[in-house]
């Protein structure tokens, strides 16, 4: 059986169709259990349509991380961040998905399918995958992200 942390949920629109398959491949090779919640062909959908599920999935904690890729990955990170408890870092550099982790404890990563090449991606996805959340002055800046008094309170 998998554990929970090697599980993980990815999802995109034609835009990211092509890099999905590829960071799928690479994720299964890493020994995940990946739920693909598509798009499924490189035909013309919209993204919101796949990163709901996707994004409701981590915010009920069904699935404790996932993927999303669209063309600049703007369009997902803005659906996948409505959702209490979902941090979804748009990276670009390998750089960028590290501190997503270590100072924002993202749960979600957003890969702009049309501006990274697909080595560049696998390496943001490694480093997002690989990398702890340091939690001592993060964890209070991140338990504040959900209480915000205007998006309202969602702390439990
Ligand atoms: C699709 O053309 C494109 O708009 C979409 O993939 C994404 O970039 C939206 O934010």
């Not at 480093?127 to 309202?152: Q, Y």
Request: with cysteine.
């Amino acid at each position: 059986m998998t554990t929970d942390a090697k599980r993980i949920a990815i999802a995109a629109d034609h835009a990211g169709f092509a890099l999905k398959q590829r960071l799928e491949a690479v994720l299964a090779g890493l020994g995940y259990d990946v739920e693909d919640l598509g798009t499924n062909s490189p035909a013309s959908t919209d993204y919101a349509d796949y990163g709901h599920p996707l994004a409701a999935g981590v915010s009920a904690g069904r699935v404790p991380r996932g993927v999303l890729l669209c063309g600049t990955g703007l369009g997902m990170s803005y659906v996948a961040n409505r959702y209490p408890n979902v941090r979804a870092a748009v990276s670009w550099t390998p750089e960028i998905a590290e501190l997503a982790r270590r100072h924002n404890d993202a749960n979600v990563l957003v890969l702009p399918a049309r501006f990274v090449d697909d080595d560049t991606a696998v390496a943001i996805l490694k480093a997002w995958l690989d990398t702890p959340f340091e939690g001592g002055r993060h964890e209070r800046r991140v338990v504040k992200i959900e209480r915000s008094p205007l998006a309202g309170d969602h702390t439990p």
